[in-house]
């Protein structure tokens, strides 16, 4: 019978540390009927929030274009192939460095539009689930997030402009 390794380091399995919370309960608040709960889950602060918000928008983006690049892809390819006709009339076949470059140009027209409609759907997407977050501000107070942002106007432009 062979030796069988029953060593610590051979049979645990190590696991990442646990991702901190992104909100915490904070107690309710007259505006929150606190009959139906005692406790509403919140940001710690607005720079939380607009860290979450921000890779949650990218992460939206970032998945839109993977799509947005494979149809892209597809149809551009479809676009700069030799049309059927020309190969029954016995012409050559196509010049691949001809090619390439019809695809390189075509990639990038179809691009530049799905870049902003993935910038514009993701806005919209995340927009109104973080609109409607909460942010704990002075000792135990919550806002709803677009309302604190909009307490804080000079902070909010800057941070929408980016």
Request: net charge neutral.
């Amino acid at each position: 019978m062979a030796w069988e390794d029953f060593s610590m380091s051979a049979t645990v399995v190590p696991f990442d540390p646990p991702v901190p919370l992104l909100r915490g309960p904070v107690a309710a608040g007259l505006a929150d009927e606190p009959s139906s709960r005692s406790f509403v889950l919140a940001f710690r602060d607005a720079a939380s929030w607009r860290a979450a918000f921000r890779a949650t928008e990218s992460k939206v983006v970032e998945q839109c274009e993977a799509g947005a690049r494979a149809g892209c892809s597809i149809s551009v390819s479809n676009m700069c192939k030799l049309p059927w006709w020309r190969i029954i009339l016995g012409a050559k076949s196509m010049d691949f460095a001809e090619r390439e470059q019809c695809e390189e140009r075509e990639m990038f027209s179809c691009m530049a539009p799905a870049k902003a409609a993935c910038s514009k759907f993701a806005r919209e997407k995340c927009i109104p689930a973080f609109q409607e977050a909460r942010i704990m501000a002075r000792g135990s107070t919550t806002y709803k997030g677009m309302r604190f942002m909009a307490e804080n106007k000079q902070e909010d432009e800057q941070w929408w402009s980016k």
